[in-house]
Nanobody, 123 residues
Framework: VQLQASGGGLVQAGDSLRLSCAASGFAISSYVMGWFRQAAGEDREFVAAISKSGVSTRYADSVTGRFTFSRDSVKNTVYLQMNSLKPEDTAVYYC?????????????????WGQGTQVTVSS
């Protein structure tokens, strides 16, 4: 099982980025998939999650309306489209997979993690 995150970078406030997370060794349609982020010196925090069916998504209040979580089951890849980026979005972003039934906000519920991709938003 492997999750490979990519797409991070250095952008200015108001810009957009799309993160990708390619999964191998399992089908993303059989897992709840999540995005988390961790800023320097902070705990890892929930960003978004998508249900196994792909129908239901959950977002942290801080990103609702700006970020969109989607997936491509054929490519076995999930995406996080991030618009209107703010300096406070600066963090390492991680994708994660959870075998449980419903999307969880809790990092410890997730079984597999990618390596993280750095997003830096300058003001």
């Amino acid at each position: 099982v492997q999750l490979q995150a990519s797409g991070g970078g250095l952008v200015q406030a108001g810009d957009s980025l799309r993160l990708s997370c390619a999964a191998s060794g399992f089908a993303i349609s059989s897992y709840v998939m999540g995005w988390f982020r961790q800023a320097a010196g902070e705990d890892r925090e929930f960003v978004a999650a998508i249900s196994k069916s792909g129908v239901s998504t959950r977002y942290a209040d801080s990103v609702t309306g700006r970020f969109t979580f989607s997936r491509d089951s054929v490519k076995n890849t999930v995406y996080l489209q991030m618009n209107s980026l703010k300096p406070e979005d600066t963090a390492v972003y991680y994708c994660a997979a959870d075998r449980a039934g419903t999307p969880s906000y809790t990092p410890s519920q997730y079984d597999y993690w990618g390596q993280g991709t750095q997003v830096t938003v300058s003001s």
